[in-house]
């Protein structure tokens, strides 16, 4: 069985980033966000204020407001 090793240096949407991807081992990684807890932060803050913090979540809530807006003067409320 042959494990290689690869690092691996990009900058992710967040701009945070992930560094030491180890190929050949599954669930190996390291993120400094994680490592820092703005992670934990974030998520506690879009869990109070009810706001994503993520690209993917913000675009979710604003679909579905667009969405339940657009089925409400269909149905006539």
Same mark, same amino acid.
């Given at each position: 069985?042959?494990?290689?090793?690869?690092?691996?240096?990009?900058?992710?949407?967040?701009?945070?980033?992930?560094?030491?991807?180890?190929? @050949? !081992?599954? @669930?190996?990684?390291?993120? =400094? $966000?994680?490592?820092?807890?703005?992670? &934990?932060?974030?998520?506690?803050?879009?869990?109070?204020?009810?706001? =994503?913090?993520?690209?993917? @979540?913000?675009?979710?809530? &604003? @679909?579905? !407001? !667009?969405?339940?807006? &657009?089925?409400?003067?269909? $149905?006539?409320?």
């Amino acid at each position: 069985m042959k494990i290689g090793f690869a690092i691996t240096l990009y900058i992710c949407a967040e701009k945070t980033i992930e560094v030491m991807k180890i190929a @050949g !081992i599954p @669930g190996t990684s390291f993120s =400094p $966000s994680r490592a820092l807890g703005i992670d &934990v932060i974030k998520r506690k803050i879009a869990r109070a204020t009810g706001i =994503p913090t993520t690209k993917q @979540g913000l675009e979710r809530k &604003v @679909g579905r !407001i !667009i969405i339940k807006s &657009v089925s409400n003067l269909m $149905s006539g409320h």
